[in-house]
């Protein structure tokens, strides 16, 4: 296969997999609030693991899961992944589907603060101005004062900056980590402390909601594979941007299915929000670096597509 093919095969796979992920996200919506969320994060985790023998490499072990070279850093990512992972489910069951992903990406803005306090990172006036825009859209989505806010505001963008954290963390370990370390931080924090939570209040689901519990999660792992193969291909920088053509589907769905509105304030919001993204996410590509992790399914391990691993990594080029 050429590189132009290649290219090509690479981003299509990459818009293939951001569309199972919103179909994962739908299968969430579609349960209506009838589970408790951890549970639904639980399942989904456990269903996670599918994913697994795909995205094990002859070079990985079975231990890798749960190997890692800085176990306080590692812990750090499992708790982060367990609470973005039940509070996205919260957004996306309390919001309509495009309102809770307007907010949920908002999470390369609050990748940039977070590199700036606990990286060091220098940012400059490009990304600074990127962060503003993308806050301004928040506002505009919201209109704090003349909407009520709810709980599942507050998820979602609790969901935004645990992602944040998971990225700066990838970062901050290094390109000696391996993949499988970081899918078993998040998937194992996801699996245990939604498990913890799910025991005093458990539901059994009826046979239409195993039927939207199994969407979620098995989706969810379909779009990782995809995902990875996508980055297989490739680079990060074209990887990532696909992932703003969720909001279409999440539009899509909200309307055929959910009988989700969209005012006039509220889509230019969200054209600010995705305006935002697109600029942090082409700085980041100058600045050689891993980009901020895709919004995607919320037990979703899409970071993983933008953590190469030790062997291909290349040193940052620069700042700002």
């Given at each position: 296969?050429?590189r132009?093919?290649?290219?090509?095969?690479?981003?299509?796979?990459?818009?293939?997999?951001?569309a199972?992920?919103a179909?994962?996200?739908a299968?969430i919506?579609?349960?209506?609030?009838a589970?408790p969320?951890?549970?639904?994060?639980?399942?989904?985790?456990?269903?996670?693991?599918?994913?697994?023998?795909?995205?094990?490499?002859t070079?990985?072990?079975w231990?890798?899961?749960?190997?890692?070279?800085?176990?306080g850093?590692?812990?750090?990512?499992?708790?982060?992944?367990?609470?973005?992972s039940?509070?996205s489910?919260?957004?996306?069951?309390?919001?309509?589907?495009?309102?809770?992903?307007?907010?949920?990406?908002?999470l390369?803005?609050?990748?940039?603060i977070?590199?700036?306090?606990?990286?060091?990172?220098?940012?400059?006036?490009?990304?600074?101005?990127?962060?503003i825009?993308?806050?301004?859209?928040?506002?505009?989505?919201?209109?704090?004062?003349?909407?009520e806010?709810?709980?599942?505001h507050?998820?979602?963008?609790?969901?935004?900056v645990?992602?944040?954290i998971?990225?700066?963390?990838?970062r901050?370990?290094?390109?000696?980590?391996?993949?499988?370390?970081?899918?078993?931080?998040?998937?194992?924090?996801t699996?245990?402390?939604?498990?913890a939570?799910?025991l005093?209040d458990?539901?059994?689901?009826?046979?239409?909601e195993?039927?939207?519990?199994?969407s979620?999660?098995?989706?969810g792992?379909?779009?990782?594979?995809?995902?990875?193969?996508?980055?297989?291909?490739?680079?990060?920088?074209?990887?990532a941007?696909?992932?703003?053509?969720q909001?279409?589907?999440?539009?899509?769905?909200?309307?055929?299915f959910?009988?989700?509105?969209?005012d006039?304030?509220?889509?230019a919001?969200?054209a600010?929000?995705?305006?935002?993204g697109?600029?942090?996410?082409?700085?980041?590509?100058?600045?050689?670096?891993?980009?901020?992790?895709?919004?995607?399914s919320?037990?979703?391990?899409?970071?993983l597509?933008t953590?190469?691993?030790a062997s291909?990594?290349?040193?940052?080029?620069g700042?700002?």
């Amino acid at each position: 296969m050429t590189r132009p093919q290649s290219s090509a095969g690479g981003i299509a796979i990459a818009f293939l997999a951001y569309a199972v992920y919103a179909f994962s996200d739908a299968s969430i919506k579609a349960l209506n609030d009838a589970l408790p969320p951890y549970e639904i994060a639980f399942i989904g985790a456990v269903l996670g693991f599918a994913a697994v023998p795909f995205l094990k490499t002859t070079d990985d072990s079975w231990a890798d899961l749960v190997r890692t070279s800085n176990r306080g850093l590692w812990l750090l990512r499992f708790a982060a992944g367990a609470i973005g992972s039940i509070a996205s489910i919260i957004a996306f069951t309390k919001l309509p589907m495009a309102e809770a992903f307007s907010l949920l990406f908002l999470l390369p803005s609050f990748v940039t603060i977070l590199s700036v306090i606990f990286l060091k990172e220098d940012v400059r006036w490009q990304r600074w101005a990127a962060v503003i825009l993308g806050f301004i859209g928040v506002l505009i989505v919201l209109r704090p004062g003349f909407r009520e806010l709810s709980i599942g505001h507050l998820a979602a963008a609790t969901g935004g900056v645990a992602g944040a954290i998971a990225i700066v963390i990838v970062r901050a370990m290094g390109p000696g980590e391996k993949r499988l370390s970081l899918y078993g931080s998040i998937l194992l924090g996801t699996l245990i402390v939604s498990g913890a939570l799910m025991l005093s209040d458990f539901k059994l689901p009826t046979p239409t909601e195993w039927l939207f519990l199994s969407s979620y999660g098995l989706l969810g792992a379909l779009g990782n594979i995809l995902l990875m193969n996508a980055a297989r291909l490739v680079p990060a920088n074209l990887v990532a941007p696909p992932q703003y053509s969720q909001m279409i589907w999440a539009i899509l769905f909200g309307y055929l299915f959910f009988d989700d509105m969209i005012d006039l304030p509220m889509a230019a919001g969200i054209a600010l929000i995705i305006l935002s993204g697109l600029l942090t996410l082409a700085r980041e590509r100058k600045r050689g670096t891993p980009l901020p992790t895709p919004v995607v399914s919320a037990d979703s391990q899409a970071s993983l597509a933008t953590a190469p691993e030790a062997s291909d990594q290349k040193p940052p080029l620069g700042s700002g």
